[in-house]
Each structure stands twice: as C-alpha cells, then as structure tokens.
C-alpha cells in the first residue's frame, strides 16, 4: 500500500529539498538552475516548463512538471542522459612512448563515444588527461591534461578520437613512465539543443549513418 502525501506534506518536502538533490541535476546544471534563483525542488516545479526545455532539455522539463503534479515519467523510462562521460584506467604496465599512449586513449574514446551516443548524446568539449605514478618515491612525477573545443558538437569517435590523440601529443614530456590516461567527454546535450545560432556547423548526415552502423556491428 502506497499512500499518497498530503499537499502540506508535498509542498513542505519541495521547498526544503535542494535543486541539486533533484533527480537527473548534475553539478553543472545545478549551479545554472542557481543562477537563475531555482534553488528548490520547489523552485523547479513553478519554473516555466517552456523555458527550462528551451534552456536545458525535454527531460528537465518533463522532471519539473513531474514536481508540479503532472504525470509525464514512467517508472521504467531511462534515467536523463549525463552531463559528463569520464573513461579512465590504469595502464597494465608503464608506458613511455607517445605512441602506446595514444593507442590507450584511442580505446578509451572508442568506449566514451558508445555510452555517448548510446543516450543520444553530443557533446562539444573533451578533456584528455595523462599521468605518472604517484605513490613510488623513486619515480620521476608528471600530470597534465588538455581541454579540447570541438569544432561542433558531436558522437562521431572519428573526430572525437583525432582531437584527443593530438591533445595527448602536446602536453605528453618524454623521460616519464606513464600509468594512467583519462577521456572525458564535457558539455553534454541533445542534437538541436546546443546553439541558438542557426548558422553554427553541426555534425554532417554522413557521420550519424555511419556511427550507427557502427554501433550496429558492436553490439553484435
């Protein structure tokens, strides 16, 4: 038996519940939803739901209207895409070629770009990081990463995998063992919803086809 809270209870449990305690609110949506003064479950509820579509994603406005009291979400609809995508691993041994390195975050993008796509996702900036060990004293220390601007937003590995290996090839240093690369894929949205310019490039047809047959072939 589930019972239904009374509108006190409801309103009461709203207005004290944080907008960043809210399902599907990221950090980075969090700190936009605060600078527009949404600072409630509360707050997000008699937002316009028009706006918060416009601003961040249809299923930001269909939460908010959830809040309101409108039925939109089914129990077994997925969760909201995410707002960033991180891969990252240990080497199996010390690297200390450029070339081994790059073949690693190779992988790694190939992986970031499925789960990006896999929830229909674009996204417009990747942050590729590398690093020594950082616990043995007898190893030289060395950590660098490199923000990455795409030229549009996109899924397509091809490119997202030439920005990151040339991003690897500026800020690695040679004379350090290197143990650990990371991808991640930065400023995540829904095709359509990333620029108000009509104008801006987008990713070409060619490359939706050819992601999703490649999708296809790896989920084989």
Not at 130 to 144: S, V
């Amino acid at each position: 038996l589930i019972r239904k809270p009374t509108p006190e209870k409801r309103d009461w449990v709203l207005r004290n519940t944080s907008v960043g305690e809210v399902w599907g609110i990221g950090r980075k949506m969090k700190a936009h939803l605060e600078g527009m003064q949404i600072l409630s479950a509360k707050d997000l509820a008699m937002a316009d739901p028009w706006m918060l579509r416009k601003t961040f994603s249809v299923v930001i406005e269909k939460t908010a209207r959830e809040l309101a009291g409108t039925v939109c979400l089914e129990l077994d609809e997925v969760e909201p895409p995410r707002q960033e995508i991180c891969c990252s691993r240990m080497f199996g041994k010390r690297l200390t070629e450029l070339g081994p390195i790059k073949e690693a975050v190779a992988t790694y993008m190939m992986r970031a770009s499925e789960k990006l796509r896999a929830q229909g996702s674009v996204c417009k900036k990747i942050r590729v990081s590398i690093r020594t060990g950082m616990f043995n004293p007898d190893e030289a220390k060395y950590a660098n990463g490199a923000l990455v601007q795409l030229p549009y937003p996109t899924n397509d590995v091809r490119l997202m995998t030439q920005y990151a290996t040339e991003a690897v090839s500026r800020i690695f240093r040679p004379g350090f063992r290197y143990s650990k690369a990371e991808v991640l894929l930065m400023d995540i949205c829904q095709p359509g919803e990333f620029t108000d310019d009509l104008f801006a490039s987008s990713q070409p047809v060619n490359s939706d086809r050819l992601m999703a047959a490649l999708d296809m072939i790896n989920g084989k």
